[in-house]
């Protein structure tokens, strides 16, 4: 449902992606590893418009959506939560939610989201009218990905969602995402917490220098000594030792 | 006790123009990075185009406060956001603060020489009566900045959390990056806080100049007030901008009748001084985190 071809792209005149290409399929989890600096947060801007493209492109359900705004991504569908605390610290928890839904028409629609997702969050709906700078980390996250799927997103890219989260927490966001896309949404995750994020994916791509260089059924990237090596901070190329 | 209670008043309705000014101050620092080192003329200028619009044009009084208004709008809002803000915004907050620096003396010099150095008789929206408040003696004018000002700073916060393209402008203001993501039209929202800070000091102005005479060089102690009143109250917010504003006009005129009206224009200057030592994030502030 999203494909990737060549992609390159960066900052200014310096360039971060060298040629990422990938190819994912609808309801599905992928998740992006790599170590630090290969790109994987920067292949999320590029794909939700905050990344300078220089060339390459992005077909979402074979539709060309390279060099679009956020906005217009927002209208195909697409949702981007990314890593750190993306909260306005001094908005209601209930109208941090609101804002997720700021580009639709149908206020109305958007109202009724709003309560279907604060049932599946109770959290925010017990805390809908203290400031969201008060909820606690997991609680921010928790408020990030209700809002991320305010407006009932296909696809939601969430960048490094194990952050600042305990072990628990982690799990219980793994597990939203599980249930996210056994109801038919895709989901592209980057995740330090390689491990146990492959171990809840269905595919893995890994990311290097900007490249694609590994892309396969999660399973079997978690059983390949190369992606083993590459924990340990190595290269999946061979050293010139 | 009359006394003290009339110059609390008369302190209380200069010190909500000062906020106005504050406020706005305020509102352009959050939203952009903007530090308006010519937010006093920007007071001291929507006077001098009502005159115009009723010496020049011939208008009657409402008509030219609307037309300086408007004028306010397209060239404190528009024309500022666009040819000064913007060009100096990549450059970094000092350029910005010379640039307004700078335009602000461009503003003074231009209305003393294109209009007059004299100050200029400004009419009032009302006639100038003195009615009694309890004892104390305060003028219809006082009465009418209070209150305007008041509903002005209502109806803002009304609107920055009513309503959505209001929470939209907070979105922008507080994370911008976050507001971004959401699709939320940041230009836009910018553009309207210029518009905002451009119709507060249009309305500073109408309410301030019947009391010191419409002059070019009204904006110096406006724009200075302005500032303290903004960090007095805290930097990065309203109700500080408000509290800030009201305080340093009773605190002022306080000062001016109980201490000496030789040091009154130090008064505010003091204030700035002690709450910087005491409490540098301001009033009612809060320390502004850097993220890494």
Redesign the interface.
């Known amino acids: 449902m999203l494909e990737l071809k060549d992609l390159y792209g960066g900052y200014g005149k310096m360039t971060i992606l060298n040629g990422v290409s990938f190819k994912i399929d609808k309801a599905t989890i992928t998740t992006v590893i790599g170590p630090n600096g290969a790109g994987k947060s920067t292949v999320f801007k590029a794909i939700?418009g905050?990344l300078n493209i220089h060339s390459g492109q992005i077909l979402l359900d074979g539709k060309d959506v390279t060099r679009q705004?956020?906005?217009q991504m927002?209208?195909h569908g697409v949702t981007?939560v990314?890593q750190?605390r993306?909260?306005?610290?001094?908005?209601s928890v209930f109208?941090n939610l609101?804002?997720?839904g700021?580009?639709a028409r149908d206020?109305g629609m958007v109202r009724r989201r709003m309560e279907m997702v604060m049932d599946q969050f109770p959290i925010l709906r017990e805390k809908r009218n203290q400031q969201a700078i008060a909820l606690s980390g997991g609680q921010q996250k928790q408020l990030e990905i209700a809002?991320a799927l305010l407006l009932d997103p296909k696809l939601i890219l969430i960048d490094e969602p194990s952050i600042g989260l305990s072990p628990n927490l982690v799990q219980e966001v793994f597990q939203t995402l599980i249930r996210l896309r056994d109801n038919g949404v895709t989901v592209l995750m980057v995740e330090q917490n390689a491990k146990s994020a492959l171990a809840m994916s269905d595919y893995g791509i890994v990311l290097e220098l900007g490249q694609t260089r590994m892309h396969d059924r999660a399973d079997k990237l978690l059983a390949d000594p190369r992606v083993g090596q590459l924990f340990l901070g190595g290269s999946t190329q061979k050293s010139v030792a | 006790m009359t006394e003290f209670l009339q110059v609390v008043l008369s302190g209380l309705a200069t010190g909500s123009i000062y906020a106005l000014a504050a406020i706005g101050f305020t509102l352009l620092w959050q939203a952009s990075q903007t530090i308006n080192f010519a937010q006093g003329e920007f007071v001291m200028l929507p006077a001098f185009f009502v005159l115009i619009g009723m010496h020049v044009l011939g208008m009657p009084l409402i008509a030219a406060m609307i037309f300086a208004l408007i004028l306010s709008l397209i060239l404190l809002g528009v024309i500022f956001k666009k040819f000064v803000i913007e060009p100096m915004l990549p450059h970094g907050t000092l350029p910005i603060v010379m640039a307004t620096i700078a335009l602000g003396i461009l503003m003074k010099e231009t209305v003393k020489e294109f209009y007059s150095a004299e100050a200029q008789p400004y009419p009032s929206l009302v006639a100038d009566r003195t009615l009694d408040f309890f004892g104390a003696a305060v003028s219809t004018q006082d009465i009418l900045n209070l209150v305007v000002s008041m509903l002005v700073v209502v109806a803002l916060q009304f609107f920055l959390s009513g309503t959505r393209t209001g929470r939209s402008m907070q979105a922008t203001a507080q994370n911008p990056q976050v507001a971004e993501i959401l699709g939320v039209n940041i230009k836009r929202m910018v553009l309207y806080t210029f518009l905002i800070n451009a119709a507060l000091a249009a309305v500073a102005s109408f309410l301030i100049s019947p009391i010191y005479l419409a002059k070019f060089s009204n904006g110096e102690p406006i724009g200075l007030v302005a500032f303290i009143a903004a960090i007095v109250g805290g930097f990065n917010q309203i109700r500080g901008a408000l509290v800030g504003g009201l305080l340093i006009g009773v605190v002022d005129n306080l000062a001016a009748i109980y201490v000496s009206a030789q040091y009154r224009a130090a008064v505010p200057l003091i204030l700035l001084i002690v709450i910087i030592l005491v409490r540098p994030q301001g009033l009612l502030g809060k320390a502004e985190g850097r993220a890494v």
Do not use: M
Request: no cysteine; charged share 10%.
């Open positions: 939700f905050l705004t956020p906005a927002i209208s981007y990314p750190g993306n909260i306005v610290p001094q908005l109208h609101e804002l997720g700021i580009t206020q809002r």
